[in-house]
């Protein structure tokens, strides 16, 4: 994991200002948020089963998560690596496949190790600065 520091950190924005603007930018909502945090994420390169990521955390500051009105402030964001298996899974449970409750195998390191550190810490801090130029742009940001 590499932490990066940017003008986004303790930055406040509206949701759906926010949400808009991912969409746009190829970020998408993570999945493991819960009503009063999250995580924006963008793939920044897949290759075979290693996929780089910056994900942005975010903070509920005011209402509910998912509706368009609600206040967030941005953490720290950072660049991640998800290396999963690329072959058959020969240890997984055939009946959870077929059902659909076990979709994706599961990953072989979920924090790899990133190799050339300043090129992934420049191309986080690029999407960052992308993502704050569209909410610049849209006179939605505020200092917390």
Not at 85 to 100: K, N
Request: charged share 25%; net charge negative; hydrophobic share 35%.
């Amino acid at each position: 994991m590499l932490k990066l520091e940017t003008e986004l950190e303790g930055q406040r924005a509206t949701f759906g200002v926010v949400r808009d603007c991912i969409r746009e930018l190829g970020y998408h909502l993570g999945g493991n948020w819960d009503y009063d945090r999250g995580f924006f994420d963008h793939v920044l390169c897949r290759e075979g089963g290693e996929t780089i990521y910056i994900r942005i955390p975010f903070f509920v500051r005011d209402g509910e998560l998912d509706k368009y009105d609600t206040s967030i402030e941005f953490g720290a964001s950072f660049v991640i690596k998800h290396v999963v298996h690329v072959g058959l899974d020969r240890e997984g449970s055939s009946l959870l496949d077929a059902t659909g409750f076990s979709q994706f195998q599961q990953p072989i390191d979920t924090d790899g190790k990133i190799i050339n550190k300043n090129r992934w810490i420049h191309a986080g801090e690029v999407a960052v600065q992308e993502l704050l130029d569209c909410l610049y742009e849209n006179q939605h940001l505020k200092s917390s």
